[in-house]
T-cell receptor, first 116, second 114 residues
Framework: ETGVTQSPTHLIKTRGQQVTLRCSSQ?????VSWYQQALGQGPQFIFQ???????GRGNFPPRFSGLQFPNYSSELNVNALELDDSALYLC???????????????FGPGTRLTVL | AQTVTQSQPEMSVQEAETVTLSCTYD???????LFWYKQPPSRQMILVIR??????QNATENRFSVNFQKAAKSFSLKISDSQLGDTAMYFC???????????FGTGTSLTVIP
């Protein structure tokens, strides 16, 4: 069973640029969630994709967008990068209906984005 | 809105000793789930233990156990026989029963001292 993978591991961009981060979900999982973890903070929910549709969104501006593909992998796109977008971006995959109805989420290792 | 508070930014414990990490939360929900996640330097979040709010019995996973006090909205994690590999950031997290997102605390950095 393949775990959740993310690419790239690290990324450096300049303010105003656009970035795309990628996530491959764990085998058999059809749901991907994205989180932003600023330095010294807990992860904050950005949005979730279920079967290629957005299924909930946190308090992030529209310049944060996403996609989910038929193989359930996902992309997070951020436009017009700002310095405060510097963070670790985590994705987590899950499959509804698992143990006790809890959508147990499995996290990837994250992408460290630095905006200069 | 749901909030999760971890009031101990850093803690340390001697190897083989016991340590307790604190977590409180605020919610108007009656049914929900609570979690403790571990984030080692490798950055990958690993589930340590979870608790369903409707269960009165505290969850236990080997050396890890919780003290869940629903009325007080408290959810502490006890690590017994601490090991060097327990060194990590520990995050307390909340999820509504009908929800799909975690609400995380700010984390507690735990160092196990040999």
């Amino acid at each position: 069973e393949t775990g959740v993978t993310q690419s790239p591991t690290h990324l450096i961009k300049t303010r105003g640029q656009q970035v795309t981060l990628r996530c491959s979900s764990q085998s058999g999982h059809n749901t991907v969630s994205w989180y932003q973890q600023a330095l010294g903070q807990g992860p904050q929910f950005i949005f979730q994709y279920y079967r290629e549709e957005e299924n909930g969104r946190g308090n992030f501006p529209p310049r944060f967008s996403g996609l989910q593909f038929p193989n359930y992998s996902s992309e997070l796109n951020v436009n017009a990068l700002e310095l405060d977008d510097s963070a670790l971006y985590l994705c987590a995959s899950s499959s509804p209906g698992t143990l006790a109805g809890i959508n147990e989420q499995f996290f990837g290792p994250g992408t460290r984005l630095t905006v200069l | 809105a749901q909030t999760v508070t971890q009031s101990q930014p850093e803690m340390s414990v001697q190897e083989a000793e016991t340590v307790t990490l604190s977590c409180t939360y605020d919610t108007s929900e009656n049914n929900y789930y609570l979690f403790w996640y571990k984030q080692p330097p490798s950055r990958q979040m690993i589930l340590v233990i979870r608790q369903e709010a409707y269960k009165q019995q505290n969850a236990t996973e080997n050396r890890f156990s919780v003290n869940f006090q629903k009325a007080a909205k408290s959810f502490s994690l006890k690590i017994s026989d601490s090991q060097l590999g327990d060194t990590a950031m520990y995050f307390c997290a909340f999820m509504k029963q009908t929800g799909n997102q975690f609400y995380f605390g700010t984390g507690t950095s735990l160092t196990v001292i040999p």
